[in-house]
């Protein structure tokens, strides 16, 4: 079992920066790949970005790709997702999720354990 805790978010105004966290629990945390994934309102949650077990590899959608920035810290059991330049369309609730294979995963199916979210509100 992995538990995973998001904090970080908040209110921004557009231009601005947040960054996420998410700590994690239980099994080994540098054995697992780590995404962040997002849900506004009315849509389906969409795959922000993800990293390999050891953080070796990054994937970004198209949407976020040169503006966020995913990075673990394995020693600390900590994901981050580095957002700048955010925009009134980045406005969503954040989540993290775990996965019990070590390469990079794009589909919500792919993880296997998800933290409870935190919302990031960006206005213009």
């Known amino acids: 079992q992995v538990q995973l805790v998001e904090s970080g978010g908040g209110l921004v105004q557009a231009g601005g920066s947040l960054r996420l966290s998410c700590a994690a629990s239980g099994r080994t945390f540098s054995s697992n790949a780590m995404g962040w994934f997002r849900q506004a309102p009315g849509k389906e949650r969409e795959f922000v970005a993800g990293?390999?077990?050891?953080?070796?590899?990054?994937y970004y959608a198209d949407s976020v790709k040169g503006r966020f920035t995913i990075s673990r810290d394995n020693a600390k059991n900590t994901l981050y997702l580095q957002m700048n330049s955010l925009k009134p369309e980045d406005t969503a609730v954040y989540y993290c999720?775990?996965?019990?294979?070590?390469?990079?995963?794009?589909?919500?199916?792919?993880?296997?354990?998800w933290g409870q979210g935190t919302q990031v509100t960006v206005s213009s």
């Open positions: 999720a775990a996965s019990v294979r070590g390469n990079i995963q794009t589909m919500a199916g792919g993880y296997d354990y």
């Open positions: 990293i390999s077990y050891l953080g070796r590899n990054t």
